[in-house]
């Protein structure tokens, strides 16, 4: 294709899509033998009759996949106590944020989300050519309730939180997120990814508020990120617009079975949450014998602000030289940050002795590492 013909291809793209840069032909990936600690995934195996499910599920391959994911809503409504139409299944649960944002956002308007916060809603919001109103959480990362319903936000046509938050950690008390919903009347948005880690979750208080949606993940607690499992529970009015509006099989039939799987053998993954509870004590105790200042995690993973003098970036790259990976967030004003995955004791043993090398080396030979 001639450069004019590409312009002019190109040039046809919707405005707000034009926005956004291509991604580059090659990209960097991840080294095949690295400690993978950046995306928040669980590393640990699923449960052998979950495997089996899904190998089984494969024998139907040539069939298209039950269509409104009846029987994965079926089972996630008997197993939260809830009712079917009160379920939403996606293609991970970030299937489900894309289609709430479709659903309630038209040019000019605006959403408001706490920040820092999960930084792809910013990106979709700047899709539907939507104002991302960014409500800074104080330093001790309670919930602004005020300010979110008299402030900007009272005009956004849905308020999004995550609880615990990506990428501090923190947990809003339930009570809190009960009366805010009270009190406003604007959809509130809870996005509970990894609720499973944390001292409690909102999911009682569906049958309270018809304005709440909460959304979960099976990425996260349930090892299962690649096979793309989410849902979302709330009022049936609500849930049932939101499944008219979704693609025509959005989710394949092994999520399907992987998905019911999951969810009758829940207590099997007991042991693998206590593990990462157990593993985020200890690397939070390591971390700040380092000079490291970590926020209080309710996740599967750490925000620490490395020792003064030195930023995120530095100590992010400092580590893939030794084959670690963590992520970074310097456009959410956390300079000096690096957020760390919690994973198996084999991988934060990696992290912490990576993290311990390039300690000592810093104290022998002080340089320039902001
Ligand atoms: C707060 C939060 N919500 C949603 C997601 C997306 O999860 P999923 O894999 O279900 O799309 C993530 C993933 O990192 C997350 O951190």
């Not at 009190?183 to 880690?197: C, G, K, N, T």
């Amino acid at each position: 294709m001639s450069d004019a013909k590409l312009q002019s291809v190109l040039s046809a793209l919707s405005q707000t899509v034009r926005q956004l840069d291509a991604i580059p032909a090659k990209q960097p990936g991840p080294e095949a033998n690295c400690v993978k600690l950046d995306t928040n995934e669980n590393p640990f195996p699923l449960p052998m009759l979950v495997m089996r499910s899904a190998i089984a599920a494969l024998k139907r391959h040539y069939l298209y996949p039950e269509d409104d994911n009846r029987c994965l809503r079926e089972a996630a409504a008997n197993a939260y106590g809830l009712s079917r139409d009160q379920v939403i299944a996606g293609n991970g649960s970030s299937e489900l944020l894309g289609l709430i944002y479709r659903a309630f956002l038209a040019p000019g308007d605006s959403v408001a989300m706490m920040s820092p916060g999960f930084s792809f809603n910013r990106k979709l919001a700047l899709l539907q050519g939507a104002q991302f109103l960014e409500i800074e959480w104080s330093k001790a990362y309670s919930l602004p309730i005020e300010q979110l319903l008299l402030g900007p936000a009272k005009e956004a046509k849905f308020i999004l939180l995550a609880n615990p938050n990506n990428p501090s950690g923190t947990f809003v008390p339930i009570a809190e997120i009960d009366r805010l919903a009270a009190q406003s009347d604007r959809l509130i948005v809870l996005d509970e990814a990894y609720v499973d880690f944390a001292p409690d979750d909102a999911l009682r208080l569906i049958n309270r508020h018809s304005n709440l949606l909460v959304l979960r993940t099976f990425s996260k607690s349930y090892a299962a990120a690649g096979i793309r499992i989410g849902f979302g529970f709330g009022h049936p009015e609500l849930i049932g617009r939101l499944r008219n509006s979704q693609n025509l099989f959005n989710m394949n039939l092994i999520a399907h079975a992987v998905g019911t799987s999951i969810l009758s053998h829940r207590a099997a993954y007991a042991e693998n949450h206590k593990h990462i509870k157990d593993e985020r004590h200890r690397t939070t105790a390591a971390l700040s014998k380092l000079g490291f200042s970590v926020t209080p995690s309710h996740a599967n993973f750490l925000l620490a602000r490395a020792p003064p003098g030195q930023n995120g970036t530095w100590w992010q790259a400092s580590l893939r030289r030794r084959k670690i990976l963590v992520a970074v967030f310097p456009d959410d004003g956390l300079e000096n940050h690096i957020r760390v995955s919690v994973g198996s004791k084999t991988q934060m043993d990696a992290f912490l002795s990576a993290a311990a090398d390039i300690s000592k080396s810093l104290k022998m030979q002080p340089v320039t590492h902001g």
